[in-house]
């Protein structure tokens, strides 16, 4: 190996040269692989062996192991389309595994593309269906074909090996099927789907324009909470009482068999399905982060990183399944969990939400008009800022009904009523539902909740405060400011910023 790895080196810097004159697309390098007493050879186009492969010793020495339990793939270097529509030259092998499924074999047509960190990062794996087969959208695999897998979301070298990857989808295709025969009737309409696939991988930006892309989920209002603790619970009851899901999926992560979750599971709910597998969450409209850290740990600090570090396992897999959909963060503390959730899942900031102080501005409104028998003319009163003690009360509307005084008072009587009232689980996954509600029949409702608070207030840190917005299927569409400035509002939001920016600025990401 250790020769053959020196002879690569030497072909590499002959390979340069040769592209520098755009003569090195058409070789192919013979890579001679000890398999038993026989010899097999990997073709392989010299451009894998470019410097764009970082770890290119590793990724040979993989490709060897391949090659000796699947020695009938075929190799070769294409033009990968990531997401962002950004194009890079990468190695791939397509070829089939034998699937053992009610008692007949399939061989299943699968596409492996190795990232240029390889052995680092795990293959991106896709189905190759021919045109006489249609793709079994599922827990395992898309309507694109893509294949999510455990395996996949636990990769980690040097125990994650590309044969244990092939090995594990083996396997859960012997569950579930992913292909299936089509009727003659059907070939056509399949061939111009795979036309379309064979155009991209992991998807271009104008994905959602075509009518077939994603066609078995865009009637289906999916939702998923992770967490299966007493919020993670009061969330999924609420949201089913108010039937806004078609699929309702509680992630349960803990390793304990705690009641409320087994009483789910044993005095099932319609539609709701309890799961530890991650890819259970693929396609959800929103995603529910009510999971918090219940760690030891003495001081403040350590208690949120210990959320940091829970999250970084759970939210770029979470976000990977449900790449269109909201994430809304319940966990504590919101406006931190929140900024930590935009930062490693890399979604569009008006899709990355925190509860904030939607149940308190419920709350207020309720007091003033029902408690308080207010007449404040349809002129409503949000909570904003950080959650906790140093919230405060604000008005919207253009109208001066009330005279700024009794503003301030009728606030402060509403707001020292509010005081006694408490968070309790089943309150907050009832505010919960309220904000699902609003997403999926994109009600265009305002509710005071976390988003980036940068440029509003005179802020200037990248931190999450609740703000007065409208929101809907996108998430946030528009934020309220108000017309008048109060100073104190703005010295209480801006106090809440410096201090919650300092705690960032202390936690590993």
């Known amino acids: ?252 992560l803990s390793e304990e068999t705690k009641g409320g979750v087994m009483d789910l599971d044993i005095f099932s709910l319609p539609n709701v399905e309890i799961s530890k597998d991650l890819s259970a969450s693929a396609h959800s409209k929103v995603v529910i982060f009510t999971v918090n850290s219940l760690g030891s740990s003495q001081s403040y600090l350590d208690v949120v990183q210990s959320n940091v570090d829970m999250f970084r396992a759970l939210v770029p897999a979470l976000g990977h399944y449900s790449q269109h959909g909201v994430l809304l963060v319940a966990s504590q503390p919101v406006e931190i969990m929140t900024y930590v959730t935009w930062k490693l899942s890399a979604f569009p900031v008006n899709r990355v939400i925190g509860i904030g102080c939607n149940l308190d501005s419920q709350r207020l409104q309720y007091i003033i008009t029902n408690v308080l028998k207010a007449q404040t003319s349809g002129k409503q009163v949000w909570v904003i800022g950080e959650q906790g003690e140093d919230k405060v009360p604000t008005w919207g509307g253009q109208e001066e009904i009330m005279s700024p005084n009794s503003q301030v008072q009728l606030s402060n009587r509403a707001m020292e009523l509010l005081r006694v009232k408490g968070q309790r689980s089943w309150s907050v996954g009832l505010s919960v539902a309220d904000l699902v509600d609003s997403i999926v029949n994109d009600k265009k409702k305002v509710h005071s909740v976390s988003i980036l608070a940068k440029g509003y207030y005179d802020i200037n840190s990248e931190v999450f405060l609740s703000l007065p917005c409208i929101i809907g299927t996108s998430g946030v569409s528009e934020v309220i400011q108000s017309t008048v400035r109060e100073d104190t509002v703005t010295e209480k939001l801006q106090s809440s910023a410096s201090s919650i920016h300092g705690l960032q600025q202390q936690l590993k990401l």
């Not at 692989?33 to 392989?44: E, P, Q, R, V």
């Not at 694109?144 to 092939?166: A, C, E, M, T």
Request: charged share 15%.
């Open 1 to 252: 190996m250790v020769s053959l790895l020196k002879g690569l080196n030497q072909i590499l810097f002959m390979f340069i040269k040769l592209r520098a004159q755009g003569l090195a697309h058409s070789v192919l390098l013979k890579v001679n692989c000890n398999c038993s007493a026989a010899y097999s050879f990997i073709l392989i186009p010299f451009s894998f062996f470019s410097f764009q492969y970082k770890f290119r010793d590793l990724t040979v020495e993989e490709l060897k192991n391949v090659n000796m339990f699947f020695p009938h793939f075929r190799y070769s270097v294409d033009t990968y389309v990531f997401k962002d529509s950004s194009q890079k030259d990468l190695l791939n092998f397509t070829g089939t595994v034998p699937v053992m499924y009610q008692g007949n074999t399939y061989n299943i047509p699968i596409r492996l593309w190795i990232l240029d960190s390889h052995p680092f990062a795990p293959p991106i794996c896709f189905l190759k269906p021919t045109a006489n087969m249609g793709i079994s959208v599922g827990k395992h695999v898309d309507a694109q074909g893509r294949i999510y897998l455990p395996y996949l979301h636990n990769w980690s070298h040097p125990k994650s090996v590309i044969v244990g990857l092939i090995k594990e989808m083996i396997a859960k295709f012997q569950e579930e099927l992913p292909l299936y025969s089509l009727p003659s009737s059907d070939e056509a309409r399949q061939v111009d789907l795979l036309a379309y696939i064979a155009k991209i991988t992991e998807g271009v930006s104008d994905i959602n324009s075509k009518n077939w892309v994603n066609h078995e989920h865009k009637t289906v209002n999916k939702i998923t909470v992770v967490g299966g603790g007493e919020l993670g619970i009061a969330c999924t009851l609420a949201i089913s009482a108010k039937g806004i899901a078609d699929r309702l999926v509680l992630l349960d």
